[in-house]
């Protein structure tokens, strides 16, 4: 029941509300996503983004991220026994955003910070390569769309995953151009 009301209200949501910034967003059912098992819907808007790195290599291109986001999701599933891949979104190292739990969803990125926050992993190892502009600037038109709709705080907080926990995450070069992104604004 909850699934059903969630894709009624997804299908709504993006076929009434304009994009004003129009991010392009590979859907779950265009990258091959598995169901997922269950899904929270958070209350009301993410009044926080959480920025990942997949610490793994940097794909680029829709063929290639399809396959490792399969690859992200089964694991998360299998392994860590989530009900879907953790992550609200992904992005790929030229910029393609990928739809993961998606907007409105509680996501599985950050423990014990998942209530009322939006997570975004840049797909890379960003302790050793620098983010790309593409990829910076997809992040960027993602926050813009996702305040515009109403999905995310005006005001939100935007934090690098190892704000929140012992961990390396994002990665060095990736955490070092979170200014950039906090500089975001819906204009």
């Known amino acids: ?21 129009s991010v ?9 996503a598995a169901a997922p098992q ?14 990942h790195h997949t610490a793994l290599q940097s794909y680029k291109g829709l063929a290639e991220c399809k ?28 910029g393609i955003v990928f739809e993961g739990r998606g907007w409105g969803v509680v996501g599985a990125h950050t423990k014990g910070n998942n209530y009322d926050s939006l997570g ?15 990829a910076i600037s997809s ?3 993602l926050l813009q769309s996702g305040v515009s709709q109403g999905f995310l705080h005006p005001e ?12 390396q995450c994002p990665g060095e070069k990736l955490y070092a151009a979170l200014p950039t992104l ?6």
């Open 1 to 21: 029941m909850i699934a059903a009301n969630f894709q009624l209200w997804h299908k709504l949501t993006f076929d009434c509300v304009p994009n004003w910034f």
């Open 24 to 32: 392009n967003i590979v859907s779950r059912l265009q990258w091959g």
């Open 38 to 51: 269950q899904r929270a819907i958070l209350k009301g808007s993410a009044q926080r983004v959480v920025i």
């Open 67 to 94: 396959n490792h986001l399969v690859s992200i999701q089964r694991m998360h599933m299998k392994e860590r026994g989530f009900d879907d891949i953790g992550y609200n979104f992904l992005v790929g190292g030229d």
């Open 120 to 134: 975004i992993a840049l797909m890379g190892n960003f302790n050793d390569d620098t983010p790309s502009k593409e």
């Open 139 to 141: 992040v960027k038109q």
């Open 156 to 167: 939100f907080v935007l934090l690098g995953h190892r704000d929140l926990g012992d961990t």
């Open 182 to 187: 906090r500089e975001t604004k819906l204009s």
